[in-house]
């Protein structure tokens, strides 16, 4: 390097310190004459092309007196590269100056780098060229899809999904209206580590070699996710910086509209290429160095709701707020349509705009952490199984009357859940609707008529559903209970008496049984949840199941287990409720979470059980075992495997659960259930349910933007069945707000 620099630009005395870089070898060159910095490529037309308009661009800026850009210094023979043995050498200006990554960002430097970005793109309005408009490079936000080749390198499976969460956003907002945006020449890369400041001023900017042509709007994106690393309150800043850019450069509404999600892909374009690139250069700081606090960002980007942000990007150009509809009117339009009957959750009803993961997003720009909702088994909109049913909706959807390879491949990976006899499915569209198919094939099957029930227990809203659900018919509105139904008590262990949970279940055993003996060849089936979710979240008593099966079975009947909202290992200790007793039904009920919102419930049962159903009356469901619904089924379990949910939910779960128990709350009279699914039953000071407490409590936590429900024939037991990519900060969160409630009580 110092015959290149002595024979061809005159230097001598040379010192050079490597430079880190991406398709440049670079070294800092003290000399004689100074300092500079000289870098090296390899030699390609297209390079030389590339070059060669990065400076006619560093010209241009030259109008821009008080920033100084990186322009080629000519060699001894008048040239601006030197080109010798396939390779480019380029001499440049050393900027001196302070990254604006080692020093505090205060308010004048923050106004002066959006004045400055502004600046740089006003002045390049209408400079075009078409090397860089036929340029394409994975960080320029209009190629983001280049990028999703790297997800798989992202080592952690949370991490990734997290990434493709944001594609699939990115797909929904920005492409879209891609060619309504406006297009110039950018420098693309305005990274805390491209840009010089002194006195908190901005005085230089280097490396173009990410320049492009591409959406005008992707330049300040850039500047303003490494502007917002490291910051508390990322908005903030966002918000100083925008204003600064729009007193030079005005902005467009449609732009500030989808910025968020454009912040948001290069956050995840850098992921995805620090995650490649450390398998070839695992060593490398430079490659590395934003990693970090790019990942920070983008899980806080992920706790901001969407309209939340575009407000603040239109305040900081004074653009009115997002159009948002009034509760009050919203109210009244529900009121007209919809039937009273379907209940409205907390006192002040949420109007709901979007969702992820744990996390939901309400109109008003909240967002809200879910703790309540365990319909969606592996988190609002997960992007693999919203990738699923999209990807399968486009191709085929259709009925069992026909052979397609979801409908094979979602049977075979369902039923290698269960032990081997367990073998054959059938596929509906909701978990009522598997409850009521259940009924009728235990009937069929046993010629039996008589249903034995736990009390508190529900299966569902059909008509079978409600004659066997005691927390409907027993209830307000319901007509009582059926012919043919037995009603059982729920062994539950907490208020029972018993000093031991082998003696309640000993005992509520020997009741059932009695009530077996009194109809002897007479019941069809024994139907109960694992944890009965509606009777306050409570786990049956470990020894009853396994006392009561063998007694229903010597009568003649089947034994059910509704695994609706316990399966799929939300439990943690176990993947299927019915496993933490030691028992095996005979048949099971599958419904809201093997879908993860999408409408599918499956039956699982025996060959033997299933045979004695195929009488001649065909079963038939139009839209049960879809290809759309078993690919987003697969999907399901592919996720719960390959992100480990199940030993998630047992470690949240269980670290959740000890801090209930830690609580210091005299009005906690029981924490109970497994995993991340649990009940915290609240008493008053005589022992009492404490109904009119447990309703302060879920709709204080609204209030502080915390999902809870209750349940139980007092509705005074917390309900926390969060979906399981619900962490441990998560936890800890809810800890903390329950235990301030508490403590204001």
Same mark, same amino acid.
Not at 24 to 33: D, E, L, Q, T
Not at 38 to 50: G, I, Q, R
Not at 165 to 189: A, C, G, M, W
Not at 597 to 616: C, L, Q, R, Y
């Given at each position: ?237 966002? %918000?100083? /910086?925008?204003? *600064? ?5 005005? #902005?467009?509404? @449609?732009? $500030?509209? +989808? ?25 490398? %700081?430079? /490659?590395?160095? *934003? ?5 920070? #960002?983008?899980? @806080?980007? $992920?706790? +901001? ?44 009803? +949420? ?395």
């Amino acid at each position: 390097m110092n015959s290149i620099l002595n024979t061809y630009y005159g230097l001598t005395d040379c010192t050079l310190t490597p430079l880190e870089g991406y398709d440049s070898i670079n070294f800092k060159v003290s000399s004689n004459k100074g300092l500079f910095v000289l870098k090296k490529y390899s030699y390609t037309e297209e390079t030389l092309a590339v070059l060669t308009s990065e400076d006619k661009v560093a010209s241009t800026l030259d109008a821009i007196a008080h920033i100084k850009f990186p322009k080629s210094i000519f060699n001894l023979d008048g040239k601006a590269f030197t080109i010798t043995d396939d390779f480019i050498y380029r001499l440049l200006p050393f900027i001196e100056g302070d990254f604006i990554a080692n020093i505090p960002k205060n308010e004048q430097l923050l106004v002066s780098f959006g004045t400055t970005l502004g600046t740089i793109d006003n002045t390049l309005q209408g400079h075009y060229d078409a090397v860089f408009a036929a340029k394409e490079t994975a960080w320029d936000l209009k190629y983001f899809k280049k990028s999703q080749q790297y997800i798989f390198d992202i080592t952690d499976k949370k991490d990734q999904n997290l990434v493709r969460y944001f594609f699939l956003q990115f797909d929904e907002h920005v492409y879209p209206i891609q060619h309504t945006l406006r297009k110039s020449i950018i420098h693309n890369d305005a990274n805390d580590w491209n840009v010089l400041t002194k006195d908190s001023i901005v005085t230089g900017f280097i490396d173009f070699g990410d320049m492009c042509y591409t959406w005008l709007i992707n330049e300040l994106a850039i500047g303003l996710t490494y502007m917002m690393m490291n910051d508390e309150n990322p908005l903030k800043t966002a %918000e100083l /910086i925008i204003k *600064s850019y729009h007193s030079i450069l005005p #902005l467009e509404e @449609k732009e $500030l509209d +989808i910025l968020y999600y454009l912040i948001a892909a290069r956050l995840c374009t850098s992921v995805c290429n620090s995650a490649h690139t450390k398998k070839q250069k695992p060593d490398s %700081e430079y /490659i590395t160095i *934003s990693e970090k606090p790019a990942w920070n #960002l983008l899980k @806080k980007w $992920l706790r +901001i709701n969407p309209i939340k942000a575009k407000d603040c990007f239109r305040k900081a150009c004074g653009f009115p707020d997002t159009q948002k509809q009034a509760l009050e009117k919203q109210l009244q339009r529900r009121t007209k349509n919809i039937s009273s009957a379907l209940s409205l959750s907390y006192t002040t009803p +949420i109007q709901m705009s979007r969702s992820a993961f744990q996390f939901m997003y309400d109109t008003e720009g909240n967002t809200i952490l879910d703790a309540y909702n365990n319909i969606m088994q592996v988190g609002h909109c997960h992007p693999r199984v919203v990738a699923a049913g999209q990807r399968t909706m486009a191709r085929l959807n259709t009925n069992t009357r026909y052979i397609y390879e979801e409908l094979l491949s979602y049977s075979d990976k369902l039923l290698a859940k269960f032990p081997p006899h367990l073998n054959k499915v059938f596929f509906v569209n909701s978990g009522s609707a598997a409850s009521d198919l259940a009924i009728r094939i235990a009937k069929t099957h046993t010629k039996k008529d008589n249903i034995m029930v736990l009390e508190h227990g529900y299966h569902g809203n059909t008509q079978y559903g409600i004659d066997i659900s005691h927390y409907k018919y027993n209830h307000k509105g319901g007509t009582g209970k059926a012919a043919g139904i037995l009603q059982t008590p729920m062994p539950k262990v907490y208020g029972s008496g018993f000093e031991s949970e082998s003696k309640a279940a000993s005992h509520y055993a020997t009741v059932t049984q009695k009530q077996i003996s009194e109809q002897e060849g007479n019941i069809a089936a024994f139907i109960a949840e694992p944890i009965v979710g509606c009777g306050g979240q409570v786990p049956l008593a470990k020894g009853y199941l396994k006392e009561v099966y063998p007694s229903i079975r010597a009568q003649g009947g089947v034994c059910i287990s509704d695994e609706v909202q316990v399966g799929f290992g939300r439990l943690g200790s176990s993947f299927w409720g019915y496993e933490m007793y030691d028992v095996v039904p005979d048949m099971v009920i599958l419904g809201k979470p093997m879908g993860n919102g999408h409408p599918i419930g499956a039956v699982v049962t025996t060959t033997e059980i299933a045979n004695s159903f195929d009488n001649g009356m065909e079963f038939f469901s139009s839209f049960g075992g879809n290809p759309v619904s078993c690919a987003i089924g697969e999907a399901v379990l592919d996720v719960i495997e390959d992100d480990n949910l199940q030993a998630h939910a047992l470690e949240v779960g269980s670290y959740l659960k000890a801090g209930l128990e830690k609580l210091e709350c005299p009005e906690i009279g029981d924490v109970r259930g497994s995993g991340l699914f649990l009940g915290v039953e609240l008493i008053t000071s005589d022992g009492k349910p404490n109904t009119k407490l447990a309703q302060t409590l879920k709709n204080n936590l609204r209030k502080k933007n915390i999902l809870i429900s209750t349940d139980g024939p007092y509705d005074n037991v917390l309900k926390i069945k969060p979906p399981l990519y619900f962490s441990v900060e998560n936890a800890l969160e809810l800890l903390d707000n329950i235990k301030i409630i508490f403590e204001k009580q």
